[in-house]
């Protein structure tokens, strides 16, 4: 690969982060907290590139005798030809095609097809956390959900109606609440679920995989156990449909 192409597959990579921070499509891959990292990287990328290339330019625009170069340039050409044809410029150029794709054709977030099943877990310390967030069925995250049923030495979620988001999974034993949890970016993906039964399964079991759902429910109490991962069981009182959330990841 050719100074000048170097060059250029640095400045490109640089405008293609620029363009997914731009557009928000960064979220498909990395965690909000790292915006700033790559906003700086961007930047820095953006900035060596273009010098590298004025350099370049400018260099070419002083060189007394340009037929040098590529007379040079052809005597190896005809060398590396004899050669075996050892040396082909054109398929360096090829690099830059998906590199400048990953800034138009985004492929989507993972979903549960794509995240890493939940991963086999020893018995958590038991700890106490804080109070649930006040009202009739507050908000809570799917994984702080899971962690509380497993781990909350108050058992703050008994007796509790809480309100969780996430998309349907279907199972040969029913229906699950799943979001996809990130800790970095989506390479560490794991899938969190919680078991759904009660009154509202069967509006549950109506919507298709990956339909977004509000569920309002309680846990049902020592539902969270080792034999199943600790995953929970949620108790539903009503299920209602949701758009897909600009951000579907869950952290």
């Known amino acids: 690969m050719s100074r000048g192409t170097q060059n250029l597959v640095l400045l490109l990579v640089g405008l293609s982060t620029a363009v997914m921070l731009v557009k928000g499509t960064y979220l498909n891959y990395v965690k909000p907290g790292l915006l700033p990292w790559l ?4 930047a820095v990328l953006v900035i060596l590139g273009l010098a590298a290339v004025v350099r370049d330019l400018r260099h070419a625009a002083g060189d007394p005798d340009p ?4 007379h040079e340039g052809h005597d190896s050409h005809h060398d590396s030809h004899h050669d075996g044809h050892r040396h082909q ?3 360096a150029w090829l690099l830059l095609i998906p590199i400048a794709m990953v800034a138009f054709v985004v492929p989507p977030p ?5 995240a890493s099943p939940q991963a086999a877990v020893s018995t958590p310390h038991r700890r106490p956390f804080p109070p649930l967030p006040p009202g009739p069925a507050p908000v809570v995250s799917l994984p702080e959900t899971v962690m509380r ?3 909350d030495s108050t058992n703050s979620l008994d007796g509790r109606s809480i309100t969780l988001t996430g998309f349907s999974l279907h199972h040969a034993g029913g229906v699950d609440l799943g979001r996809v949890v990130i800790v970095c970016c989506a390479a560490d993906a794991q899938l969190a679920r919680i078991h759904l039964t009660g009154p509202g399964l069967d509006a549950a079991k109506g919507f298709p995989d990956d339909t977004w759902l509000r569920i309002l429910g309680q846990i049902v109490p020592g539902s969270a156990q080792a034999v199943d991962g ?11 449909q949701i ?9």
């Open 89 to 91: 410029p054109w398929l």
């Open 243 to 251: 758009d897909k959330p600009k951000n579907t990841y869950a952290y």
């Open 110 to 114: 993972l979903d549960a097809r794509g």
């Open 149 to 151: 049923a497993a781990a």
């Open 230 to 240: 600790f995953i929970p069981t949620m108790s539903v009182e009503s299920v209602t």
């Open 39 to 42: 906003i700086a990287a961007a």
């Open 67 to 70: 037929g040098h170069d590529e």
